[in-house]
């Protein structure tokens, strides 16, 4: 597959177009040390180091900083998008081709209710498995995920292989006589647009609410979280993670590798949550909490 100058130009249509040669098509996405002419790289910075790297690549297509020095020797022939953030542009780039390849089908090993409702373009992976759920417009639910009755999945939401969504919380009761009975959870669990979720993320249900994880969150390997539990918009929530029931992450947060939030606890808008920390109280919003257990360390924009 190729796309063509054109296409790229709208695609980065806040980036600086110099050079262009309309008649380019760009087929890869590769380092700049092993770009072919065909390839479109990305380069960060203006040193000396930087334009000779551009210089010696074979691609002709380069995603470069607003500071970059495109009148420099040897560099004639190469059309540049200038970017306020050359990587995330050029991210930006790579999914927007990946997604104009994508097939919207449904697996045939795929186990779907009858009554769930799937939007006219989303992908299922084989022998995933989807109760009466809502799933929204450009969802991938990748193979071997498991999506549980009253989960509502918002568009262009991504679920990995193996993610399991809207699953029964852990909840019991001892008894007088010391036998555990179980709290069924009948609650619902949503996801809004573009989540993404990873490998062996779980999310529970809410016992009688909803748990909910707000707008373009990211969840890596291995996150857990909890019944009753909230997450808000923009945050990540990196590998390891264990949101204990109850517990409220809020909007642009960042929780560290392996790290635990004790139920019911709030980490406040903002905040940075270093890798294996342990949360055994509230952190207020913009603030640095690294230790185990965790303790204030600074303001998160010090």
Request: proline share 3%; aromatic share 6%.
């Amino acid at each position: 597959m190729q796309i063509g100058l054109k296409q790229i130009q709208d695609i980065l249509s806040d980036c600086e177009g110099r050079n262009l040669r309309m008649n380019r098509e760009v087929n890869a996405f590769v380092p700049i040390e092993d770009a072919a002419e065909t390839a479109a790289v990305w380069i960060r910075g203006a040193s000396q180091a930087s334009i000779d790297k551009v210089r010696n690549s074979a691609a002709l297509v380069i995603i470069a900083g607003l500071d970059f020095p495109i009148d420099a020797e040897g560099l004639e022939e190469k059309t540049f998008f200038l970017a306020a953030n050359p990587r995330l542009s050029f991210a930006r780039l790579v999914r927007a081709f990946h997604n104009l390849s994508r097939e919207w089908s449904i697996h045939p090993t795929a186990q779907i209710h009858p009554e769930a409702e799937l939007a006219g373009k989303v992908f299922v992976g084989p022998y995933a498995v989807i109760g009466k759920a809502i799933i929204g417009e450009e969802s991938v639910i990748e193979g071997h995920c498991t999506i549980h009755d009253n989960v509502r999945i918002g568009k262009r939401v991504v679920l990995h292989h193996h993610t399991c969504v809207g699953s029964d919380g852990f909840s019991f009761e001892w008894r007088d006589d010391g036998e555990i009975e179980k709290f069924l959870h009948i609650g619902s669990c949503v996801l809004e647009d573009d989540v993404e979720a990873y490998p062996f993320v779980n999310i529970d249900r809410g016992t009688l609410g909803t748990v909910r994880v707000g707008r373009g969150t990211k969840l890596d390997h291995f996150v857990h979280v909890g019944h009753n539990c909230s997450v808000g918009k923009n945050s990540m929530i990196t590998a390891g993670v264990v949101m204990c029931g109850g517990s409220t992450v809020g909007d642009n947060v960042w929780v560290g590798v392996q790290s635990t939030i004790k139920e019911k606890c709030v980490v406040g808008d903002g905040a940075y949550i270093g890798l294996n920390s342990l949360i055994i109280k509230d952190v207020p919003a913009k603030e640095v909490w690294v230790g185990s257990p965790a303790k204030f360390l600074r303001k998160s924009d010090d």
